[in-house]
């Protein structure tokens, strides 16, 4: 058994989905790491994100809510998300990987509704 869990940590995977009118790509579309590497999951938007947010679904069904970052970078534990708006993308980073990070990674995007002009009087 020390030896399965030695040799493979698991399957990570990653989500596509549209959210109202934005498409969201994630990537890599599903990794198998080894316990102790380390991987970045990206996820990239058609149109600027107000905020991203991080969650993990592990393999017994339960949804981990893991970050809420409009922007710049945050770090939990062996976690790392990044959200470069500008840019249209997101990243979440696991280093160190252990048994309890194998599940299914979502990143969730809100976006604003375009503004009207402001009228002029």
Known sequence: MKRLVDTVLGLL????CC????DVVQSP????LQEGASSTLRCNFSTF???VQWYLQNPGGRLIHLFYIPSGTKQ???LNATTVSAERRSSL???SSQTTDSGTYFCA???GA???????T
């Open 109 to 111: 995007v809100k976006h």
């Open 13 to 16: 995977f990653a989500q596509v």
């Open 49 to 51: 994100p107000n905020s």
């Open 76 to 78: 939990e534990g062996r």
């Open 19 to 22: 959210v109202q009118g934005m």
């Open 29 to 32: 579309p599903a990794l198998r």
């Open 114 to 120: 375009p503004q009207a002009p402001a009228a002029s």
């Open 93 to 95: 980073h696991i280093s």
